[in-house]
Nanobody, 126 residues
Framework: QVQLGESGGGLVQTGGSLRLSCAASGRSASFYLMAWFRQAPGKEREFVAGADWSGGSTAYADSVKGRFTISRDSAKSTVYLQMNSLKPEDTAVYYC???????????????????WGQGTQVTVSS
């Protein structure tokens, strides 16, 4: 069992930056594939970025490539999402997700994840 807790959301102006954190606790949390998803009002939850257990393999949605960076501190079982050059269309609730995996392949679909955090709101004003 793994518990996930997100933090770092808030209100920021267009072009600004935010850093989200997700702390995982539980058995062997450092061996979990971890990812960020987001869900805007009236839209489906979508993949944003993910990293394998070592942080050496990452994947990003096309809409955030070059602006967002995912990283993880396996010793602390924490994953981060550094978000730069934020746009109003980045406004959403951001969720941390995890699944057990010894593979370096980053899963990009919601059914691929077992554990979810409660979400943190990110609002980008124009």
């Amino acid at each position: 069992q793994v518990q996930l807790g997100e933090s770092g959301g808030g209100l920021v102006q267009t072009g600004g930056s935010l850093r989200l954190s997700c702390a995982a606790s539980g058995r062997s949390a450092s061996f979990y594939l971890m990812a960020w998803f987001r869900q805007a009002p009236g839209k489906e939850r979508e993949f944003v970025a993910g990293a394998d257990w070592s942080g050496g393999s990452t994947a990003y949605a096309d809409s955030v490539k070059g602006r967002f960076t995912i990283s993880r501190d396996s010793a602390k079982s924490t994953v981060y999402l550094q978000m730069n050059s934020l746009k109003p269309e980045d406004t959403a609730v951001y969720y941390c997700a995890a699944r057990w995996s010894s593979s370096s392949v980053v899963v990009t679909i919601t059914p691929g994840y077992t554990y979810w955090g409660q979400g943190t709101q990110v609002t980008v004003s124009s």
